[in-house]
């Protein structure tokens, strides 16, 4: 460590003589015998509570070993203090504070707010707030006007006694406060938040973090008041022979020093940008046109150069989900062919696969750490061939292989799938938190009802060699985003096409509130609010609850603006829940795609979907969408169609069909609610003009299709 610290030095004082004094923030001393000092002026955090031996663990220690000898770091640390002056335990008031003072600091790092979220605190002196941070740190200046920083705060997690009842609000109204404050006096802000707030296995009791989190702390900060953030890199998602989103800006982004000049080349187009304080850079491209090949060079300094290659401009999806979108085309019925011919250049596929499946197995230790520090996908983007789409989602190959054939310009596909994940971990923490439906969910997961039971059983088989009670797993809330979907935030893409649920079937209620908060959660993270969302209903199976489930998915396909549902009950197994026919649900999405987002002639819009039910003149009519007309795919009579009245209890009817309605004789019966294919494995056989078959319903009569409309809202 002070080896790397003395090749920095070295680098640094080369660079300082260009570039304005304090844009890495440290002042050095001239005089070389004189130590840099470095106050860290905080609560219980700071003091290293929680920590075996604080002396040499808490986060100042460590700073210390990362910025060596010619750095002098003080902990000031005083357990439980609070910003508030009028607080239960004002930082102002205690020793620490004058000590702080006394040592007539260099630097000064503050971390303080999170003991402001008791309830004896926030509610009653938050308008206090700032103006007795903004004093904390005038007192500082006027003693030696040393270079200050303050923290966004590190996180408080859902185990926090109070977090529901007020610690999760106000937590995040006093990061505002603190923002403002950097601003009002002009101060370095270092966020201790964001490196920390995907890692609640380090934090015990929902507040301190361990030993390894308060080695997060001390690295973040270093890099903070050093302004060396480990040189030039581009954010992960960025990398040889990927595709990028036609007509769509192009923006690349990662990390470099603070204060150093960032310039790129794509396309022919040359442009610069300088690292802020917190070294992020990001630099913006005009759409380049569809196809390639491209190149992208980007330098910082002296020496440092990254050059990718091979990169093609097109149409970029990102296919996700659980084991029925993980399933792999070589596995899929009539895939032989399909795989032979798989070699194709200008489609790209990113196969983030997990580095261990969740099966019937115990994972050793090495996996265990792997999933608690989020690398738990691997992958790169590579050119189609038989052995890479082999592997390859078949859902999602079949999918991009149609779109290839009807556009003509590259296509790129992104599986980020976990056989056996329920939907909540495919959702980003903060959308969790503050879901008053889904934020439960957090709590205790693995012995929490939410969560199916097999998902927790298999959890606990994956985890039984591990004796950290705080031990991550795939199925775990927010554990997928957090290790997966979060990397590529901020990468244009097409559209997401999702196929998960079976893990979320015993619970339909619970889903209609959770499916929403993903599809919201997704459009927020790729920065995309009308993002297509498109998913597959279940298909069948005999599992009880599943009837509910599709219904349940049948209509968030109508309330959730841009989403588009796929039909797969006639390609289900009574007894697998992988059914093997993935190649026509592939192509199922990619003809709804080709026809509502790209506008090409000749495709099918979805499949047939009720649009109404009246009951008029002895008759119950059956009116469908998507439809010139409704037939029976075996050409026999209408299967699982049935009615009930006022006593609730369905019959089976017989039906006629007229072009895209559906007529039943209901005499002097007053129909009160009518389903369709109301079966766990549905035999039912209403199909459209084009075989696309109609969605499995229950609905009460009369019944109007209301769909979510743009220009309505």
Excluded at 529 to 536: Q, R
Aim: glycine share 8%.
């Amino acid at each position: 460590m002070r080896k790397r610290f003395a090749v920095w030095i070295a680098g640094w004082l080369l660079l300082v003589l260009s570039i304005p004094q304090n844009v890495f923030g440290v002042s050095f001393p001239q005089n070389g015998s004189e130590k840099t000092k470095v106050a860290c002026v905080g609560n219980s955090v700071t003091r290293g509570y929680g920590l075996l031996f604080p002396e040499k663990d808490s986060y100042p220690a460590q700073l210390q070993e990362l910025l060596g000898q010619g750095f002098e770091v003080e902990n000031f640390g005083h357990s439980g203090a609070t910003l508030l002056s009028k607080g239960h335990r004002p930082y102002i008031e205690t020793l620490e504070y004058s000590e702080a003072l006394k040592f007539e600091a260099d630097i000064v790092v503050i971390h303080l707010g999170l003991n402001d979220t008791d309830p004896r605190n926030w509610p009653n002196f938050r308008d206090e707030f700032i103006r007795d941070y903004m004093q904390l740190v005038e007192s500082f200046r006027k003693n030696n006007n040393p270079e200050i920083y303050i923290c966004r705060m590190s996180p408080i997690f859902h185990g926090h006694p109070r977090f529901k009842s007020g610690t999760r609000d106000w937590f995040w109204q006093i990061q505002d406060a603190i923002e403002q404050v950097a601003q009002n006096s002009k101060t370095g802000l270092i966020d201790l938040h964001e490196p920390l707030y995907s890692r609640p296995d380090l934090f015990a009791d929902a507040l301190h973090p361990n030993l390894e989190g308060a080695g997060i702390i001390a690295q973040t900060v270093y890099e903070n008041i050093t302004g060396d953030f480990g040189g030039l890199r581009l954010a992960q998602v960025f990398m040889n022979h990927m595709v990028l989103q036609q007509n769509s800006p192009h923006v690349f982004f990662g990390k470099a020093n603070a204060g150093e000049t960032v310039t790129a080349t794509f396309n022919g187009e040359v442009q610069t940008c300088v690292a802020n304080a917190s070294g992020d850079w990001k630099l913006t491209f005009r759409p380049a046109p569809a196809g390639g090949l491209y190149q992208l060079e980007v330098s910082a300094g002296k020496n440092q150069t990254i050059l990718l290659d091979d990169i093609l401009v097109g149409e970029v999806w990102i296919c996700a989900g659980q084991s029925n979108m993980e399933f792999e085309l070589k596995h899929a019925a009539s895939a032989s062919a399909v795989v032979s011919a798989a070699s194709d250049e200008n489609l790209r596929l990113l196969n983030k696969k997990g580095i261990v499946r969740p099966d019937n197995t115990k994972w050793d230790s090495t996996v265990l750490e792997k999933v608690n520090r989020l690398h738990f996908f691997e992958g790169e983007w590579k050119k189609s061939t038989p052995d890479a789409a082999a592997e390859f989602s078949a859902i999602g190959y079949s999918f991009g292989k149609m779109l290839r054939e009807n556009l003509d310009v590259p296509v790129g596909l992104i599986q980020i799938s976990v056989g056996g994940a329920p939907v909540e971990a495919f959702i980003d923490r903060k959308t969790l938190e503050f879901d008053p439906h889904l934020v439960d969910v957090l709590n205790n997961w693995k012995h929490n009802d939410f969560i199916q039971d097999w998902c927790r059983q298999r959890a606990a088989t994956n985890l039984e060699l591990t004796e950290n009670k705080q031990q991550r797993h795939p199925f775990e809330p927010a554990y997928i985003y957090e290790a997966g979907v979060q990397s590529l935030a901020g990468f244009p893409v097409a559209g997401v096409i999702f196929y998960q649920g079976e893990s979320n079937a015993h619970n339909a209620a619970h889903y209609q509130n959770a499916f929403p908060a993903l599809v919201q959660s997704w459009r927020t993270a790729f920065n995309q609010p009308e993002m297509p969302f498109y998913f597959a209903q279940l298909s069948s199976i005999n599992r009880p609850s599943w009837p509910y489930f599709r219904d349940v998915q049948r209509q968030l396909a109508q309330s959730i603006p841009n989403t588009e549902m796929v039909v797969t009950s006639d390609l289900g197994d009574s007894l697998d829940v992988h059914p093997r026919q993935k190649i026509e649900v592939g192509e199922r999405f990619a003809n709804i795609a080709l026809s509502n987002i790209y506008n090409v002639e000749g495709f099918a819009e979805g499949g047939p979907e009720l649009n109404s039910v009246i009951q008029k003149n002895g008759k119950v009519i059956l009116t469908f969408l998507n439809a010139g007309r409704i037939e029976t795919s075996d050409d026999e009579p209408v299967r699982e169609l049935e009615v009930a009245g006022r006593d609730g209890l369905f019959s089976n009817v017989k039906a006629e069909i007229q072009g895209n309605q559906i007529l039943i004789n209901s005499k002097d019966m007053a129909v009160k609610s009518i389903r369709y294919g109301w079966k766990p494995f549905s035999r039912g056989n209403l199909v459209n003009e084009n075989g696309w078959p109609v969605s499995t319903f229950r609905v009460d009569v009369p019944y109007q299709l209301k769909k979510y409309n743009y220009e309505n809202h």
